[in-house]
């Protein structure tokens, strides 16, 4: 982590790393639980890629794979308590938060076994009981809502609980909202409200095809920005699960402490596309590699097995487990009900008593029709 | 009972509820010592402290986007809007997340949240502050969208739209906030979202009207020997339709009148419903009596852009005469 007043880190060379102190006092368990949910998110989205082919999945898709660190370690810095908001690509998140896979695969098929019975789809993924706030398809839409959901945080706390506030937000967006009027909204809210909101740009260098630096003012230290709107701003090494978790946890816990916003450059990269129809023209072959090869799951391989028991035969059960989960879900989500327009189309509009909702301006008309002849007024 | 205006109707609401309710929390630009551009929240502040009557910044997206995570945690949040032309800002998160949410997550988010907006014209203001965008949040599926046309429903309604459990986009006619008084209850009470008031029975012709109009035609009901139903929708989404039907099978002739512009205004809907409902019983065809298809004028041309009561008179002779 540095914050804006410091120099840029650079990632640190393989083999190399000097961790934060708080790293190694984590149990190997801890360590170990960090690698089985980074290698779920990445077969998750391995095999989501392969039904969106099979056309299983309809709609778009974005997957995570690349920026497994950031969701996994940002998370562990959190407790269960403090709400979470995101954007669209949100698979990843929603899984390092604790919804099942099989509730995010069958929301994707669109079908009842979803974790919204497959009515929000891909960029839509929810789950109040784990105060994960979604999945948001507007670019940037989601960070005033994030904000809202820190004021509500602090409020419940301070007001309604009449004690000191207690949790802490935490909104994601990628570097391509930074450019959106509402994440300035927010970011200035934040700052002149004293909201506890930690605001976390996944900069993956890309807003769709556009590289940062040529739609984005101070593409090379976004963090700078976070001055101008009264509040801290670091960059954390993105692709290495450890680093995300050391550095988030103190920013986290400051923005506890201190009940005010933060905002956090994190550098990340994704695999694939920006969604499964990107031809990815934008960037060269050889950026990919350089990436890949610090990949965020063979990083925390190597620092397990430099500094415990870990495995190969280990890892070869985790990963078989991990497998097997997600064969799984992709089975619960191919063996759930259809939705039906009579359950699912018409209601949820509105509380029911306005329900349901026909789509027809008179349906009584629509039975009238339907009348063999003889019977019709 | 007390003889109170508009303004001190929805202040009295947002007072009561605040008492009864601390999830309760009003935000906007100067809606704290200085009560908002009209005064609706004077006095709030002193009430209830700077915790729950929040001053933010000038950003209308990020006063109701913040809006909405409050609402979604749990919380009764009213953001108020300065003017209806400053919804612009705002639209994104009304009809992206406000509108959505109850479906997208199938109801296990929701978004319990009134957000109170000045509207229409007639107070010498200029374009954006004298507009009438009911329609475009009528068409939005998940938003509920009132504007009372007196006192006594101004504070029924805003109650009941504080207590719906969706969100609600309450307009507040700018021109009768202060225009007259009438009698209120000094206790709470609830006027149903979704239920027409009849102003006043008839037999010969239906006007079907809303918001700050229904003085205008009251204006022209008095001035003419007709046997005249007026309808104060008081809720534009749900349309009470059932009130309407039952009006138009007996008189058989229709007005509508609003002061937003003629094309897709929401009078189109309700002549689109009273040709489903009551083809049959129809004399004459619905007559609309709207603002223009142009920008709101400024003020020298306000009146003659609004449906006065003169535009109203004409309506009823037309469709009499048919």
């Given at each position: 982590m540095s914050s804006t007043t410091t120099k840029t880190t650079k990632s640190p060379a393989q083999g190399k790393v000097d961790y934060d102190p708080i790293i190694k006092e984590l149990p190997e368990q801890q360590l170990i639980q960090w690698l089985r949910d980074m290698l779920l998110i990445r077969e998750f989205e391995v095999r989501t890629m392969q039904s969106y082919q099979n056309k299983k999945i309809g709609g778009f898709c974005h997957v995570y794979i690349g920026q497994e660190a950031v969701a996994v370690g940002s998370f562990a810095a959190l407790k269960p308590e403090d709400p979470v908001i995101t954007a669209y690509r949100c698979h990843g998140q929603a899984l390092a938060r604790g919804i099942e896979p099989k509730y995010c695969m069958a929301e994707m098929y669109g079908?009842?076994?979803?974790?919204a019975k497959g009515k929000g789809g891909s960029m839509h993924l929810f789950d109040k009981s784990n105060n994960f706030f979604g999945g948001h398809g507007?670019?940037?839409?989601?960070v005033p809502v994030g904000a809202g959901l820190a004021f509500a945080s602090k409020y419940i706390d301070?007001?309604?609980?009449?004690?000191?506030?207690t949790r802490v937000a935490m909104a994601f967006l990628g570097d391509?909202?930074?450019?959106?009027g509402a994440f300035h909204e927010a970011m200035n809210l934040a700052g002149v409200l004293d909201l506890p909101l930690v605001v976390v740009c996944e900069?993956?260098?890309?807003?769709m095809g556009t590289a940062i630096d040529r739609g984005t003012t101070r593409g090379d230290n976004?963090?700078?920005?976070?001055d101008g709107y009264g509040m801290e701003g670091f960059v954390v090494d993105g692709m290495d699960v450890l680093r995300v978790y050391a550095d988030m946890k103190k920013i986290v816990d400051a923005a506890r402490a201190e009940c005010r916003p933060k905002f956090v450059d994190m550098r990340t990269y994704r695999?694939?596309?920006?969604?499964?129809?990107?031809?990815?023209?934008?960037?060269?072959k050889e950026e990919e590699q350089q990436y890949e090869s610090q990949d965020p799951l063979d990083r925390l391989m190597m620092y397990l097995k430099a500094t415990t028991s870990f495995s190969d035969e280990q890892y070869k059960t985790m990963n078989k487990d991990v497998r097997a989960e997600v064969k799984a879900a992709i089975k619960w989500a191919e063996q759930s009900p259809e939705p039906t327009p009579d359950e699912?189309?018409?209601?949820?509009?509105?509380?029911e008593e306005f329900g349901?909702?026909?789509?027809?301006?008179?349906?009584e008309m629509l039975e009238e029709w339907e009348k063999p002849d003889s019977q019709k007024s | 009972m007390a003889n109170l205006t508009l303004v001190q109707a929805i202040n009295l609401a947002l007072i009561q509820e605040m008492e009864d309710d601390d999830r309760v929390i009003i935000l906007g630009e100067?809606?704290?010592?200085?009560?908002?551009v009209f005064r609706v929240t004077e006095g709030l502040h002193q009430r209830f402290g700077s915790d729950r009557v929040v001053d933010t910044p000038l950003a209308e997206s990020g006063i109701i986007g913040s809006a909405i995570g409050l609402a979604m945690a749990g919380l009764r949040p009213i953001p108020e809007i300065q003017?209806?032309?400053?919804l612009g800002p705002a639209f994104d998160q009304i009809c992206t997340h406000a509108a959505r949410m109850r479906t997208r997550t199938r109801g296990a988010l929701t978004v319990p949240l009134t957000i109170r907006v000045p509207v229409g014209g007639g107070i010498h203001a200029p374009e954006l502050h004298s507009d009438s965008p009911e329609s475009f949040y009528a068409h939005q599926p998940g938003l509920k969208v009132v504007m009372p046309a007196s006192p006594y429903d101004a504070k029924g309604l805003l109650i009941s739209a504080i207590r719906d459990p969706d969100p609600v986009i309450y307009f507040e006619p700018k021109r009768i906030y202060r225009a007259f008084r009438e009698e209120v209850p000094e206790d709470e009470y609830t006027i149903p979202i979704g239920k027409a008031r009849v102003v006043s029975e008839g037999d010969d012709i239906t006007i079907v009207s809303w918001g700050a109009s229904v003085v205008q035609c009251m204006k022209a009901i008095e001035a003419s020997d007709r046997s005249i139903e007026l309808i104060d929708?008081?809720?534009?989404?749900?349309?009470?339709?059932e009130t309407i039907e039952a009006s138009v099978k007996k008189t058989g002739r229709v007005v509508v009148v609003h002061e937003?512009?003629?094309?897709?205004?929401f009078g189109a809907e309700i002549a689109a419903r009273v040709m489903e409902h009551c083809f049959l019983y129809l004399e004459a065809p619905v007559q609309r009596v709207t603002g223009f298809?142009?920008?709101?004028?400024?003020?020298?041309l306000e009146l003659e852009y609004l449906p006065e009561a003169e535009r109203i008179a004409t309506a009823i002779d037309h469709v009499a005469a048919y």
């Amino acid at each position: 982590m540095s914050s804006t007043t410091t120099k840029t880190t650079k990632s640190p060379a393989q083999g190399k790393v000097d961790y934060d102190p708080i790293i190694k006092e984590l149990p190997e368990q801890q360590l170990i639980q960090w690698l089985r949910d980074m290698l779920l998110i990445r077969e998750f989205e391995v095999r989501t890629m392969q039904s969106y082919q099979n056309k299983k999945i309809g709609g778009f898709c974005h997957v995570y794979i690349g920026q497994e660190a950031v969701a996994v370690g940002s998370f562990a810095a959190l407790k269960p308590e403090d709400p979470v908001i995101t954007a669209y690509r949100c698979h990843g998140q929603a899984l390092a938060r604790g919804i099942e896979p099989k509730y995010c695969m069958a929301e994707m098929y669109g079908k009842i076994g979803g974790c919204a019975k497959g009515k929000g789809g891909s960029m839509h993924l929810f789950d109040k009981s784990n105060n994960f706030f979604g999945g948001h398809g507007i670019v940037g839409a989601q960070v005033p809502v994030g904000a809202g959901l820190a004021f509500a945080s602090k409020y419940i706390d301070e007001v309604i609980n009449e004690g000191a506030s207690t949790r802490v937000a935490m909104a994601f967006l990628g570097d391509g909202a930074l450019n959106q009027g509402a994440f300035h909204e927010a970011m200035n809210l934040a700052g002149v409200l004293d909201l506890p909101l930690v605001v976390v740009c996944e900069n993956n260098g890309y807003a769709m095809g556009t590289a940062i630096d040529r739609g984005t003012t101070r593409g090379d230290n976004i963090s700078a920005k976070a001055d101008g709107y009264g509040m801290e701003g670091f960059v954390v090494d993105g692709m290495d699960v450890l680093r995300v978790y050391a550095d988030m946890k103190k920013i986290v816990d400051a923005a506890r402490a201190e009940c005010r916003p933060k905002f956090v450059d994190m550098r990340t990269y994704r695999y694939k596309g920006h969604s499964m129809s990107d031809p990815r023209k934008y960037r060269t072959k050889e950026e990919e590699q350089q990436y890949e090869s610090q990949d965020p799951l063979d990083r925390l391989m190597m620092y397990l097995k430099a500094t415990t028991s870990f495995s190969d035969e280990q890892y070869k059960t985790m990963n078989k487990d991990v497998r097997a989960e997600v064969k799984a879900a992709i089975k619960w989500a191919e063996q759930s009900p259809e939705p039906t327009p009579d359950e699912q189309l018409y209601h949820d509009v509105f509380v029911e008593e306005f329900g349901p909702y026909t789509g027809t301006s008179v349906p009584e008309m629509l039975e009238e029709w339907e009348k063999p002849d003889s019977q019709k007024s | 009972m007390a003889n109170l205006t508009l303004v001190q109707a929805i202040n009295l609401a947002l007072i009561q509820e605040m008492e009864d309710d601390d999830r309760v929390i009003i935000l906007g630009e100067d809606v704290g010592p200085n009560g908002g551009v009209f005064r609706v929240t004077e006095g709030l502040h002193q009430r209830f402290g700077s915790d729950r009557v929040v001053d933010t910044p000038l950003a209308e997206s990020g006063i109701i986007g913040s809006a909405i995570g409050l609402a979604m945690a749990g919380l009764r949040p009213i953001p108020e809007i300065q003017f209806e032309g400053f919804l612009g800002p705002a639209f994104d998160q009304i009809c992206t997340h406000a509108a959505r949410m109850r479906t997208r997550t199938r109801g296990a988010l929701t978004v319990p949240l009134t957000i109170r907006v000045p509207v229409g014209g007639g107070i010498h203001a200029p374009e954006l502050h004298s507009d009438s965008p009911e329609s475009f949040y009528a068409h939005q599926p998940g938003l509920k969208v009132v504007m009372p046309a007196s006192p006594y429903d101004a504070k029924g309604l805003l109650i009941s739209a504080i207590r719906d459990p969706d969100p609600v986009i309450y307009f507040e006619p700018k021109r009768i906030y202060r225009a007259f008084r009438e009698e209120v209850p000094e206790d709470e009470y609830t006027i149903p979202i979704g239920k027409a008031r009849v102003v006043s029975e008839g037999d010969d012709i239906t006007i079907v009207s809303w918001g700050a109009s229904v003085v205008q035609c009251m204006k022209a009901i008095e001035a003419s020997d007709r046997s005249i139903e007026l309808i104060d929708l008081r809720t534009i989404y749900p349309l009470d339709i059932e009130t309407i039907e039952a009006s138009v099978k007996k008189t058989g002739r229709v007005v509508v009148v609003h002061e937003a512009p003629l094309t897709a205004g929401f009078g189109a809907e309700i002549a689109a419903r009273v040709m489903e409902h009551c083809f049959l019983y129809l004399e004459a065809p619905v007559q609309r009596v709207t603002g223009f298809d142009t920008i709101m004028p400024y003020y020298k041309l306000e009146l003659e852009y609004l449906p006065e009561a003169e535009r109203i008179a004409t309506a009823i002779d037309h469709v009499a005469a048919y």
